[in-house]
């Protein structure tokens, strides 16, 4: 079922005690826009729009500040959501929202597309001799600028740089799922921050789907769904969010009208969208187009994944460490080059036929920052959650790698530890030595194939809970699965640039606990060692 908020076309009141949300419309409407064919060019307020202005100024505190602080517009192409943000913009520019001396900044990813906002709101007040009569249009420094109320508007983009120092009163993030490395989230995190100095400011989020989860992007929106679900109670957060699910048949011309509000005002254009629905039935690409960007489907980071993300999902449930003690379990072993992860996870059959694992990560500590801001996932904020470890230097401390195994061992009854022979001798040599039950993988195609459909088919068949843990997450998003001239699979990075590692580790816990083998010598255990002296090598 699609996501939609309940509230914009259900007619229920809209809180507006002091008449501010029906100043804002009845402002709006007296606007002109080019655009418009229709006799007089009047700005054309959609009743869907209409009801997002009223839920944005009309609920207001006892003192009369405004109860929104941030408007989460998640909407398709096409339904208008710049010339709503262009409203926005000038409502407090200019309008009856404008604060003396406020500060209005639009900002995107690059500069082009920050200057899409900056236009909208150019190209009307160009177009109304009114607003033009108070509101100076510098082109060239993308600022607009009222000097009766002392108010700027000014456009910026994360590649022209961060800009602390700023005080804004309104923050219009354009396409947030674009925002990119570490130049998106500094521009983020400084255009955020500022919003607290003064009060009754606002950040207005405007947006289309995006992919993967490990974003920025998806930090917002996942916040706002929750806010619009209802699991989160939050009066200062609006979510306006129109997305269909990725399991919603996209072919059906229903669920198109009910993601795209503007279908019922004759915009998107109808005849365009079924032009692009029959070329997507025959084209993955254009598939995927359709769905994030027509449909608002956020989709997964790579399109080659060898599962549904949207079914693995469904194993998140928080692994319960406690009851985990006592049970057999495998471990697998990843070790890393310097620009990889090293993973190493735990896999614990379960009575179901399926699994539960522990995953846990590490990397250096040395230009951390970097890494993440190379490989696009927080890497800081992981090992804050503790699901990472930063090793000091530029390269995974092994000893560190070693104690981590030492306590699983010490944690929970292992029956194996499966190493990836590449780069595994420094951390192999000192747990042979303690006589614990380790092994070299078998990595031939026939038995990657194997491991590959058992852990397939434990997540499709919703018999994989791993916690949710991110890292492990991130790397089953980057799995391209290869089929070689045999017909047999075997897993491979989507990208060169993409890590797999936790999830080529899970691959071989989860492998080696479905064959249940153990290559614990029967001298471990004190119950089952034969009476006598223990004469090693014999």
């Keep these: 079922m699609p996501t939609t908020p309940s509230w914009i076309s259900d007619g229920s009141p809209i809180d507006d005690p002091l008449g501010y949300g029906e100043r804002a419309v009845q402002w709006l409407r007296r606007l002109r826009h080019p655009k418009n064919p229709a006799p007089g060019h009047a700005f054309k307020l959609d009743p869907w729009q209409e009801r997002i202005i009223r839920r944005l100024y009309g609920p207001r505190h006892a003192d009369g500040t405004r109860k929104v602080r941030r408007l989460v517009l998640l909407l398709p192409r096409g339904n208008r959501k710049t010339s709503l943000a262009a409203a926005i913009t000038l409502l407090h520019l200019v309008g009856p929202e404008r604060m003396p001396g406020g500060l209005i900044m639009s900002a995107a990813s690059a500069l082009e597309q920050s200057r899409e906002l900056y236009n909208e709101a150019a190209l009307i007040i160009q177009h109304d001799r009114r607003l033009a009569a108070h509101l100076?249009?510098?082109?060239?420094?993308?600022?607009?600028?009222?000097?009766?109320?002392?108010?700027?508007?000014?456009?910026?983009?994360?590649?022209?740089?961060?800009?602390?120092?700023?005080?804004?009163?309104?923050?219009i993030a354009d396409e947030?799922?674009?925002?990119?490395?570490?130049?998106?989230?500094?521009?983020?995190?400084?255009?955020?921050?500022?919003?607290?100095?003064?009060?009754?400011?606002?950040?207005?989020?405007?947006?289309?789907?995006?992919?993967?989860?490990?974003?920025?992007?998806?930090?917002?929106?996942?916040?706002?769904?929750?806010?619009?679900?209802?699991?989160?109670?939050?009066?200062?957060?609006?979510?306006?969010?129109?997305?269909?699910?990725?399991?919603?048949?996209?072919?059906?011309?229903?669920?198109?009208?009910?993601?795209?509000?503007?279908?019922?005002?004759?915009?998107?254009?109808?005849?365009?969208?079924?032009?692009?629905?029959?070329?997507?039935?025959?084209?993955?690409?254009?598939?995927?187009?359709?769905?994030?960007?027509?449909?608002?489907?956020?989709?997964?980071?790579?399109?080659?994944?060898?599962?549904?993300?949207?079914?693995?999902?469904?194993?998140?449930?928080?692994?319960?460490?406690?009851?985990?003690?006592?049970?057999?379990?495998?471990l697998g072993v990843d070790m890393s080059t310097t620009t990889d992860l090293t993973a190493v996870v735990a896999a614990f059959p379960d009575e179901d036929g399926g699994f539960t694992v522990v995953p846990h990560v590490f990397c250096p500590a040395d230009n951390i920052r970097g890494r993440a801001d190379r490989d696009g996932v927080p890497y800081p904020a992981w090992e804050r959650a503790g699901r990472l470890?930063?090793?000091?230097?530029?390269?995974?401390?092994?000893?560190?790698?070693?104690?981590?195994?030492?306590?699983?061992?010490?944690?929970?009854?292992?029956?194996?530890?499966?190493?990836?022979?590449?780069?595994?001798?420094?951390?192999?040599?000192?747990?042979?030595?303690?006589?614990?039950?380790?092994?070299?993988?078998?990595?031939?195609?026939?038995?990657?194939?194997?491991?590959?459909?058992?852990?397939?088919?434990?997540?499709?068949?919703?018999?994989?809970?791993?916690?949710?843990?991110?890292?492990?997450?991130?790397?089953?998003?980057?799995?391209?699965?290869?089929?070689?001239?045999?017909?047999?699979?075997?897993?491979?990075?989507?990208k060169s640039t993409d890590r797999i590692d936790a999830a080529f580790a899970c691959w071989m816990a989860v492998q080696r606990a479905s064959l249940g083998e153990s290559n614990r010598s029967i001298y471990d255990d004190e119950k089952k060692r034969p009476s006598g002296p223990m004469i090693w090598g014999m």
């Design 389 to 494: 470890t930063a090793t000091p230097g530029n390269v995974v401390d092994y000893q560190a790698v070693v104690d981590h195994i030492r306590h699983l061992v010490g944690t929970f009854d292992v029956r194996e530890i499966a190493f990836d022979r590449a780069l595994a001798q420094p951390v192999m040599a000192p747990l042979v030595e303690e006589r614990l039950p380790v092994i070299e993988m078998d990595l031939s195609v026939k038995n990657q194939a194997a491991g590959l459909n058992t852990l397939e088919r434990a997540i499709v068949g919703r018999q994989f809970r791993h916690g949710g843990h991110p890292a492990l997450r991130w790397c089953m998003e980057n799995v391209a699965v290869y089929v070689g001239f045999s017909g047999l699979r075997t897993m491979h990075k989507g």
């Design 136 to 171: 100076r249009v510098k082109t060239g420094a993308s600022t607009i600028q009222c000097a009766r109320a002392s108010t700027t508007y000014k456009a910026i983009s994360a590649d022209g740089g961060v800009q602390h120092g700023k005080t804004p009163a309104v923050v």
């Design 176 to 330: 947030l799922h674009v925002w990119k490395g570490r130049q998106g989230r500094d521009l983020w995190e400084a255009l955020d921050s500022s919003l607290v100095k003064t009060p009754g400011t606002l950040m207005v989020i405007a947006s289309t789907s995006g992919r993967g989860q490990e974003n920025l992007a998806w930090e917002q929106i996942d916040y706002a769904l929750k806010v619009q679900r209802g699991e989160i109670v939050d009066e200062a957060t609006l979510p306006v969010i129109f997305m269909a699910e990725k399991d919603d048949d996209w072919r059906e011309e229903a669920l198109w009208h009910q993601v795209n509000p503007g279908l019922a005002h004759g915009y998107p254009d109808i005849a365009g969208l079924r032009d692009k629905a029959r070329k997507a039935e025959h084209s993955p690409g254009d598939r995927d187009g359709f769905q994030q960007f027509n449909l608002n489907v956020w989709l997964d980071k790579s399109t080659s994944s060898f599962v549904d993300m949207t079914v693995y999902d469904e194993g998140k449930a928080p692994v319960d460490l406690e009851a985990l003690k006592g049970r057999p379990c495998w």
